[in-house]
């Protein structure tokens, strides 16, 4: 996991929850060993460390909707990453 995997993984758990590009989540999610599956249209589905959450694709927009950031942190939470150890 590079520095700005890091700077992303902060910026997921910071409350406000602050705009992020979807792009970069995806690669977080890789760079910490989740699988992905494409699913139909805009549905993805990520599998990490026996933890599997579906979620949508930003569209027409590149940024996360903030009720995608909230979920992606507790699919973090459940897949055991804590922010401040990695």
């Not at 890789?30 to 549905?43: D, Q, T």
């Not at 569209?59 to 942190?73: L, M, V």
């Amino acid at each position: 996991m590079n520095n700005k995997h890091r700077k992303v993984l902060k910026k997921i758990f910071q409350n406000p929850v602050k705009p992020i590009e979807w792009q970069d989540i995806e690669k977080l999610f890789l760079a910490l060993g989740a699988s992905i599956a494409e699913g139909n249209g805009s549905r993805v589905t990520f599998s990490l460390n026996g933890v599997t959450a579906d979620f949508h694709r930003p569209h027409p927009g590149k940024e996360a909707k903030r009720y995608q950031i909230i979920d992606t942190r507790e699919f973090l939470t459940k897949a055991g990453i804590d922010p401040k150890k990695v």
